[in-house]
């Protein structure tokens, strides 16, 4: 199985970069995502990982370090509307996805 | 992009009733569809993995008698939620991969079901 951690909270204000950390121990590791959900939604695809390295995509980018079992997710020039909860998931080799807790982001 | 549409949003109904949920992908095939459960304030549990053709796969601890899933075709899969019971209350996602896609074919979510039993 799957073991991901991430931090709960982080604040920020707008227009400010904020890095969420995202660490997992994983028993066949074929690709991380970066999801985004607002409360009371169902997820969005953000980003993904395969390779280490940075992924960017406009303000967020995604980076991957499988030696080390740790990816994070940058979200530059933070606006109102980036407040919410960021989900860390780790894609086994039947491609089913384990989450991590989330970490609640909120921009002020 | 791929779009995956749930059906129902919102079920409140009585302790005892079995609930239907519809999960389908609107532009795209789907093999394999995954059904999810979200407690308030926690992640995304995965209860089962839906597979076209033939019986879902069940992750340990959930009941396959309790949570009915059915895949008839390669755009549609539902959950039934038999006598179910207020413990059962939960916000039901499901989600498909989209095979043609490309950026890794990450599976993309329904909007949910929020599932209240009285």
């Known amino acids: 199985g799957q073991n991901i951690d991430q931090p709960t909270e982080m604040t920020a204000t707008e227009g400010a970069i904020v890095q969420i950390n995202c660490t997992y121990q994983?028993?066949?590791?074929?690709?991380l995502f970066w999801y985004q959900q607002h409360a009371g939604e169902a997820p969005t695809f953000l980003s993904y990982?395969?390779?280490?390295g940075l992924e960017e995509k406009g303000r967020f980018s995604s980076f991957l370090s499988r030696s080390k079992g740790y990816s994070y997710l940058l979200l530059k020039e933070l606006q109102m509307k980036d407040s919410a909860s960021y989900l860390c998931a780790v894609r086994d080799r039947d491609y089913k996805l384990s989450f991590g807790a989330g970490t609640t982001v909120t921009v002020r | 992009g791929a779009v995956v549409s749930q059906h129902p949003s919102w079920v409140i109904c009585k302790s005892g009733t079995s609930v239907k949920i519809e999960c389908r992908s609107l532009d795209f095939q789907a093999t394999t569809m995954f059904w999810y459960r979200q407690f308030p304030k926690q992640s995304l549990m995965l209860m089962a993995t839906s597979n076209e053709g033939s019986k879902a796969t069940y992750e340990q601890g959930v009941e396959k008698d309790k949570f009915l899933i059915n895949h008839a075709s390669l755009t549609l899969s539902t959950l039934t939620v038999t006598s179910a019971h207020p413990e059962d209350s939960s916000f039901y996602i499901c989600?498909?991969?989209?095979?043609?896609?490309?950026?890794?074919?990450?599976?993309?979510f329904g909007d949910g079901t929020r599932l209240s039993i009285l």
């Open positions: 989600s498909a991969r989209d095979l043609s896609g490309g950026g890794g074919q990450p599976q993309h």
């Open positions: 994983t028993s066949g590791f074929n690709g």
């Open positions: 990982n395969v390779l280490d």
